[in-house]
């Protein structure tokens, strides 16, 4: 059963074109975090949330923001993508302690 | 500043092998060490985690092994397979209310037949 969902799977979007990421979950989790992951790379931390408490990281792009508007959902908003925001977005949630359970991502693609 | 260092960033190791990775943490802070296993265009998954307060922990073929003083964990696969390749993450973090986890930058693992 899928815990950690992230819609849609593959994105394409055009340079400078808005794009918003979905992920929800079943695990009623109070944590919900937001990376980016480029090839071959580690996952990298945007942002999270603790409940509704918005935790930024320092170097996220001011073009990237977020939004919770409940414990299931939260959504990533590239305001402007470049060409550099091409990558894979991973959701992931847990209760605050420990496991995070990661989602399957969104192959983010910016032509 | 990278405060978990892994190694190797590729391995190569026959089926039925000894595949072992190591990871070196810097911040005394952190008290969970979790690995994750993410294979091509999937997000990582747990594989197994360990806490300090103890030295070995095993889950079938993978164990991690801790060395608290040495700021040192590894993971060791035995008998590895095929199916094992993919790409392993060690990770750490610190019970602070709510953790964020710092990764290594990651060591792609093949298994070849």
């Known amino acids: 059963d899928a815990m950690v969902i992230q819609n849609p799977r593959y994105q394409v979007t055009q340079f400078g074109k808005p794009v918003t990421l979905s992920c929800s979950q079943t695990?009623?989790?109070?944590?919900m975090y937001w990376y980016q992951q480029k090839s071959s790379q580690a996952p990298k931390l945007l942002f999270h949330?603790?409940?509704?408490?918005?935790?930024n990281e320092a170097d996220t792009p001011d073009n990237f923001q977020s939004r919770r508007p409940n414990t299931s959902f939260c959504f990533l908003d590239i305001r402007s993508p470049g060409l550099g925001d091409a990558a894979m977005y991973l959701c992931?949630?847990?209760?605050?302690?420990?496991?995070?359970?990661f989602g399957p991502g969104t192959r983010l693609t910016v032509t | 500043q990278q405060q978990v260092k892994q190694s190797p960033q590729s391995l190569i190791v026959q089926k039925g092998g000894i595949s072992i990775i190591n990871c070196a943490y810097e911040?005394?802070?952190?008290?969970?060490f979790p690995w994750y296993q993410q294979f091509p265009g999937k997000g990582p998954a747990l594989l197994i985690a360990?806490?300090?307060?103890?030295s070995e922990k095993k889950e079938g073929r993978f164990t991690i092994s801790f060395n608290k003083s040495a700021k040192q964990f590894s993971l060791h696969i035995m008998d590895s397979q095929p199916g094992d390749s993919a790409t392993y993450f060690c990770?750490?973090?610190?019970?602070?209310?709510?953790?964020?986890?710092?990764f290594g930058k990651g060591t792609m693992l093949l298994v070849s037949p």
């Open positions: 990770a750490a973090t610190g019970n602070s209310g709510y953790s964020t986890l710092t």
């Open positions: 695990l009623n989790h109070n944590v």
């Open positions: 992931a949630t847990s209760t605050g302690i420990d496991e995070q359970y």
């Open positions: 911040n005394t802070a952190f008290d969970y």
């Open positions: 360990i806490r300090p307060d103890v």
């Open positions: 949330y603790y409940d509704k408490d918005f935790n």
